[in-house]
């Protein structure tokens, strides 16, 4: 015979169900995962990041800069290693325009590692990243080890502009960027 505690779990389990169900359905009407510089797709557990070449309908830029490190040189704790692995440079003010499907909140995640690539030291980069008329990173500056910048955004046009602006005759760069909806 059951007892009243598991009477109440077995009632709690069924009214989880349909959430999970959901949850397990759920497609974002934008969801963009790129890596910039690769030339092929990378996943990343259950993710796939489409590769910076396909992605390139997106960029409006006067450079053409594609760079890779070796893979030893990313920390293998690090589970999304294969996205710092290579980045898009920028000498200039760069711009994305992501078409975005479902106005409202939205996260962008930008992806950074720096290394040196033939004669640009990211190590050194400086830069700003605005999203429209917003700064979402002034001045950035690099660290030691890769790291990701997460932002939640609320989105009210049907196109998402993302700028990366070198500082004082610096460059910029980004590994890898999400664009969620």
Known sequence: MMDWRQVGMIICALNLL??????ATF?????????YGSTSTTSVGNHNFTSDTLSKKLLTTQQEILATTFANSVS???NESPLYRTARVFT???????????QGRNWI????????????????AKFDVSMQTIILISGL???KNPFM???SINVTTDTLEITFRPLDSSVAF????EVVS
């Open 18 to 23: 349909p959430l999970v169900c959901f949850c």
């Open 149 to 151: 910048k997460e932002y």
């Open 76 to 78: 293998s704790k690090d």
């Open 27 to 35: 497609v974002p009407a934008d969801n963009y995962l790129i890596d």
């Open 109 to 124: 995640r930008f992806y950074f590692f720096p290394f040196i690539y033939d004669r640009y030291n990211l190590n050194a």
């Open 174 to 177: 980004v590994n890898a960027i």
């Open 92 to 102: 200039g003010s760069s711009k994305y325009t992501f078409p975005i499907n479902q």
């Open 141 to 143: 500056t690099m660290q």
